[in-house]
C-alpha cells in the first residue's frame, strides 16, 4: 500500500500483538524509534486465532499497543510479515499515547475471520 497526498509524513505504526516489545516479532521494529505505548481513539475488536488480529467493523474495545516510527523499508518489511494487503489492510488511525500526546499512525487490520474475542483490547493482559 502506497501513502497517499495529504497523509502524515511521518510513517508511525501502531502494533497491537506480537509486534509488540517482548514478543516473539518484535524483532521487526529493531531498527524503528519507539514514540510510546497507548491505545486507539476508536474503538474496535482484538480477536486471537494463530495471532492477535484486530476486525475494524466491530465496536467493542480500544485496542492496547505501542507506536514506532519507522522507515520505508521496514514498513516493506511489515506489509509483507501482515500479508498486506492479502490477509490484513493497512489504515491510519487516531492513538492516544500514554502521556496525552495524541498521533496518527497505521494499524493493520484483518478481514472478517473470528475466533477468540480479548474484550480488554491488550493482547499482553491474557
Not at 25 to 45: C, D
Amino acid at each position: 500500500m502506497k501513502l497517499e497526498m495529504g497523509e502524515p509524513s511521518k510513517l508511525c505504526v501502531f502494533v497491537h500483538g506480537v509486534l509488540r516489545s517482548g514478543n516473539s516479532h518484535h524483532r521487526y521494529l529493531e531498527k524503528a524509534r519507539f514514540l510510546g505505548k497507548g491505545r486507539t481513539k476508536e474503538q474496535f475488536a482484538l480477536y486471537v486465532g494463530v495471532s492477535p488480529y484486530v476486525v475494524k467493523s466491530e465496536k467493542v474495545s480500544w485496542i492496547v499497543g505501542e507506536v514506532y516510527e519507522v522507515d520505508k523499508r521496514t514498513l516493506r518489511r511489515l506489509d509483507f510479515f501482515e500479508q498486506c494487503p492479502s490477509w490484513h489492510s493497512r489504515e491510519w488511525v487516531d492513538v492516544i499515547l500514554d502521556n496525552g500526546q495524541e498521533l496518527k499512525a497505521m494499524m493493520y487490520f484483518a478481514r472478517e475471520r473470528k475466533k477468540q474475542l480479548v474484550l480488554s483490547g491488550d493482547f499482553n493482559s491474557g
